[in-house]
C-alpha cells in the first residue's frame, strides 16, 4: 500500500500569503497525485489532478507541481475561503490511499 | 442539476448489515466510474470501494473486503453499497464519488451518517 504523508499538520497563515503544502509518497506514484479541500461540515472538493492539473472552476492561485515521491500544493495568496483542511491522494496503485491532511488556518 | 444524494445510513449494532445508495442526476451516469469513501468522526479520509463504468471491476480496501459489496443500477442511476458484519470501526461519514481521469473524483455527494453502536 502506498502510504501517503502531508506536512505539516497544521499551517498557521495570514491573508494575503503564500502557502506550501507537502505530500511525499512511500513509493512512486507517477503523476497520479490529486488533491482536496474539505471545509467543516461539507463533502470534498477536488482542486488538482493529474499533479498539475486544475479542475475545472479552481482559481489560478492554486497550483499543483511534482511526481514520483514528492507533491506541493501551493496558494499563491491566501483568501479567507481557502481556510480548510487540505487532502492529498493517489491513484496510481490499489488501494487508492489519502494523506492524513493539512489544516491551513489563520494566523 | 449535476448532483449525487446519498442516502441509507443510521444506526446499527455490531454484526449487522445497511444498504447505502446514493442517486446521480444531471450527468450520464454509465459514463462514469464511482467509488465510496468515508471519514471516521474527526480523522481523514478513507476510499474503500471502486466499481468501473459497465460493473465490470470492482475494487475494495483490505478493511471492507469480503463484508462490503458495491454495485450499481443504470435503470434507476444509482449506487449502492451493501455492508454486512459492521464493526464498530466503520462508524463515518460516507460519501460517494463521481470517478475523473484516471482515479480522481470530481464530484461528491454531501454524505451519509453510518453508526455501529450496540
Known amino acids: 500500500e502506498r502510504v501517503m504523508t502531508q506536512s505539516p499538520a497544521t499551517l498557521s497563515v495570514s491573508p494575503g500569503e503564500r502557502a506550501a503544502l507537502s505530500c511525499r509518497a512511500s513509493?512512486?506514484?507517477?503523476?497520479?497525485l490529486a488533491w482536496y479541500q474539505q471545509k467543516p461540515g461539507q463533502a470534498p472538493r477536488l482542486l488538482i489532478y493529474?499533479?498539475?492539473t486544475r479542475a475545472t472552476g479552481i482559481p489560478a492561485r492554486f497550483s499543483g507541481s511534482g511526481s514520483g515521491t514528492e507533491f506541493t500544493l501551493t496558494i499563491s495568496s491566501l483568501q479567507s475561503e481557502d481556510f480548510a483542511v487540505y487532502y492529498c491522494q493517489q491513484y496510481n496503485n490499489w488501494p487508492w490511499t489519502f494523506g492524513q491532511g493539512t489544516k491551513v488556518e489563520i494566523k | 442539476q449535476v448532483q449525487l444524494v446519498e442516502s441509507g445510513g443510521g444506526l446499527v449494532k455490531p454484526g449487522g448489515s445497511l444498504r447505502l445508495s446514493c442517486a446521480a442526476s444531471g450527468f450520464t451516469f454509465s459514463d462514469y466510474y464511482m467509488s465510496w469513501i468515508r471519514q471516521a468522526p474527526g480523522t481523514g479520509l478513507e476510499w474503500i470501494s471502486y466499481i468501473s463504468t459497465s460493473s465490470s471491476d470492482t475494487n475494495y480496501a483490505d478493511s471492507v473486503k469480503g463484508r462490503f459489496t458495491i454495485s450499481r443500477d443504470f435503470a434507476e442511476n444509482s449506487l449502492y453499497l451493501q455492508m454486512d458484519s459492521l464493526r464498530a470501526e466503520d462508524t463515518a461519514v460516507y460519501y460517494c464519488a463521481r470517478g475523473n481521469y484516471g482515479g480522481s473524483f470530481d464530484l461528491w455527494g454531501q454524505g451519509t451518517m453510518v453508526t455501529v453502536s450496540s
Open positions: 513509493q512512486s506514484v507517477s503523476s497520479n
Open positions: 493529474g499533479a498539475s
